[in-house]
């Protein structure tokens, strides 16, 4: 049974940072692809970076320069570092794993960003 569990969201105030994580279980982490979406108020979910087995990354247009995806392979976890927070950074940040042979896609339960003065 896969499981994903995200930490390390918060208030936090604009031009600070915050790394989230994902706890995984069920999976490996540096056999999955993995990726990190937000869903700001009243906004669709969208995909804000991405880690494949491989350890390529990718990030949205909004996300490069000021988001970092990585992951801890010993740990099983994955992490989204988020440096210069801007109000519109807030929202629920989901971690997902994307299928991956015989493993369905799995969503974590999200964890709230609320970057705010």
């Known amino acids: 049974q896969v499981q994903l569990v995200e930490s390390g969201g918060g208030l936090a105030q604009p031009g600070g940072s915050l790394r989230l994580s994902c706890a995984a279980s069920g999976i490996l982490v540096r056999r999955q692809p993995m990726e990190w979406y937000r869903q700001a108020p009243g906004k669709q979910r969208e995909l804000v970076a991405g880690?494949?087995?491989?350890?390529?990354?990718n990030y949205a247009d909004s996300a490069k320069g000021r988001f970092t995806i990585s992951r801890d392979n010993g740990k099983n976890m994955v992490y989204l570092q988020i440096n210069s927070l801007k109000p519109e950074d807030t929202g629920v940040y989901f971690c997902?794993?994307?299928?991956?042979?015989?493993?369905?896609?799995?969503w974590g339960q999200g964890t709230q960003v609320t970057v705010s003065s």
């Open positions: 880690i494949t087995g491989g350890g390529k990354t």
């Open positions: 997902y794993a994307a299928p991956y042979a015989l493993t369905p896609g799995t």
